[in-house]
């Protein structure tokens, strides 16, 4: 069962902010949830990570909500390049599961940015 | 600059021809990985190592295989490649400071195989 539900596609006008939402009703106390990206056949990337606070790193902002069932990952600037199907997934944290929890990728939402 | 790299980044080959693609991290990671990427699904898993000389299989092991010999090295290995291994190959490392460990992945590599 995935862990995951996040929409299929989104679009977003280039220079305004990209709200990509991720619904995760199941996720444990020791979960962590992480975003990444994949821009056209090339590897994964990073975004960012958090458990329950919210996260901002050079590239996103994390909101999760108080209740940890669902997460937005913000662009705050979108461009061009950020063009991407992006990934949210939930995983144990080392803490609890010492390289024991795969990360496991959904479809992902294909966000486009639009000119 | 901490990466993972891989080489061939795109390799044409014939049924049988045994090749190898190398992976290798600069980010003293212990674990490691294989991933095929094939339309409509997704990620998979075909091997892993949590660190030297101990490696296991993931979810699509058949037909490939993989050494640990060095921690920093990770080579995927195809004794006997056929056309249903053509695909989009990454290898990944893990790792990071306290629980929230990061997973990182190489550009890729592009298998035909013939």
């Known amino acids: 069962d995935a862990k995951t539900t996040q929409p299929t596609s989104m679009d977003c006008a280039e220079g305004r902010a990209a709200n990509l939402p991720c619904n995760h009703s199941t996720i444990s106390g020791n979960e962590y949830v992480y975003w990444y990206r994949q821009i056209h056949s090339q590897g994964p990337q990073y975004i960012i990570h958090g458990l329950k606070n919210n996260e901002t790193n050079e590239m996103a902002s994390l909101i999760i909500t108080e209740d940890r069932k669902s997460s937005t990952l913000i662009l705050p600037h979108a461009t061009l390049r950020d063009t991407a199907v992006y990934y949210c997934?939930?995983?144990?944290?080392?803490?609890?599961?010492?390289?024991?929890?795969?990360?496991?990728f959904g479809p992902g939402t294909r966000l486009s940015v639009l000119p | 600059e901490a990466q993972v790299t891989q080489n061939p980044r795109y390799l044409i080959t014939v049924t049988g021809k045994k090749l190898t693609v190398t992976c290798s991290q600069n980010m003293n990671h212990e674990y490691m990985s294989w991933y095929r990427q094939d339309p409509g699904l997704g990620l998979r898993q075909i091997y892993y190592?949590?660190?030297?000389?101990?490696?296991d299989k993931g979810d699509v092991p058949e037909g490939y295989k993989v050494s640990r010999k060095e921690k920093r090295n990770f080579p995927l290995i195809l004794e006997s490649p056929s056309p249903n291994q053509t695909s989009l190959y990454f290898c990944?490392?893990?790792?990071?400071?306290?629980?929230?460990?990061?997973?990182?992945f190489g550009p890729g590599t592009r298998l035909l195989v013939l």
């Open positions: 190592s949590m660190n030297v000389e101990v490696t």
């Open positions: 990944a490392s893990r790792g990071g400071q306290g629980c929230g460990e990061t997973q990182y």
């Open positions: 997934i939930v995983r144990v944290a080392r803490c609890w599961d010492n390289y024991g929890q795969n990360f496991v």
